[in-house]
């Protein structure tokens, strides 16, 4: 019996890259029942070649919408889907051949499971290998020898290694969370991954089945965005988590240190050094040391 699984690729301009992403769905070793792509406002001609896909694929559906956002075009394509289970993909993100099914192969065996989600690798446009997810995060190492196993909702606040193209998650767990949140600016796949960890179980894979593309050219203001809607998610969460006050404590090192670096990219150093002492109060570490000491000396050193 074919497993009830949606695949969703929301797509803004991607057509560079959304061919890649679908042949990865198309080349997977346990098919997807349906492939969503919602085409959001692009003017690059990615709406002409889905039509022409759409004949080659008889899954491949697309709907068009007018700038909306990603949460927002998200929501759409799963309230459009009847399938069991969403599989998320960025229009510029790639998996590998067996992602579906070796995250098939562990949830039917964990019916009380409503997300699951793999570790992935960042790449640059060479597609060379940078690091995967799961090294990058030091506290989430501790996890690793027993992976695939369940992983506490408190360790999702405290470290965000969830990487929304390798997440495969229950339609009913995604519609009773309320989806993702559209007034959120950025971030709103974390916060969705909170509420439905909060309600199931999750389990996480340690191998890496997803090439996350590291594109060059990012907005520093995108990257503000990203951090101002990260602080109210935690703001909204953190009384949940009251008896987990480690976790808070590194969900807020991590928010005042992304501060403190895009301050630091400003040149604005002196803002840069406040936020950077209070993710030293939040969660001490030699190397947070070191950067205060080099912040008061850019502070100093720029000083008319």
């Not at 022409?52 to 998200?74: D, F, W, Y």
């Not at 309230?79 to 510029?92: E, G, H, N, P, V």
């Not at 960042?122 to 992976?147: A, M, T, V």
């Not at 406040?274 to 850019?298: C, E, H, P, S, T």
């Amino acid at each position: 019996m074919e497993p009830s699984i949606c695949v969703v690729i929301p797509s803004h301009n991607c057509l560079d890259y959304l061919p890649r992403a679908l042949n990865s769905v198309w080349k997977q070793s346990l098919p997807a029942r349906e492939i969503w792509v919602i085409d959001d406002g692009s003017d690059d001609g990615t709406t002409e070649w889905l039509q022409t896909q759409k004949m080659i694929h008889p899954k491949l559906n697309s709907l068009r919408l007018e700038g909306v956002g990603c949460s927002a075009a998200r929501n759409a394509a799963i309230a459009l889907t009847q399938c069991d289970w969403i599989a998320f993909l960025d229009a510029d993100d790639t998996w590998h051949p067996d992602k579906l099914r070796s995250q098939w192969q562990v949830l039917v065996n964990r019916p009380d499971a409503a997300l699951c989600f793999t570790n992935y690798m960042h790449i640059n446009p060479e597609g060379e290998q940078i690091i995967d997810c799961f090294s990058f995060w030091p506290e989430f190492q501790r996890y690793l020898p027993l992976l695939p196993n369940y992983v506490a909702p408190q360790q999702l606040l405290a470290e965000n290694v969830i990487g929304t193209s390798t997440v495969m998650a229950r339609r009913q767990a995604i519609e009773e969370a309320g989806g993702f949140d559209t007034r959120l600016a950025s971030a709103s796949d974390w916060e969705l991954w909170l509420k439905i960890a909060k309600a199931y179980p999750t389990i996480a894979l340690p191998d890496c089945q997803c090439d996350y593309l590291m594109r060059p050219g990012s907005i520093s203001m995108a990257r503000l965005k990203r951090l101002n809607a990260m602080t109210e998610i935690l703001n909204r969460h953190q009384p949940d988590f009251h008896k987990h006050p480690a976790a808070i404590h590194s969900a807020l090192a991590r928010i005042n240190l992304g501060y403190a670096e895009w301050y630091q990219e400003q040149r604005e150093f002196g803002r840069a050094l406040v936020f950077q002492l209070k993710a030293l109060w939040n969660r001490y570490d030699n190397r947070g040391v070191k950067r205060a000491g080099r912040l008061m000396i850019q502070m100093v050193s720029s000083r008319p």
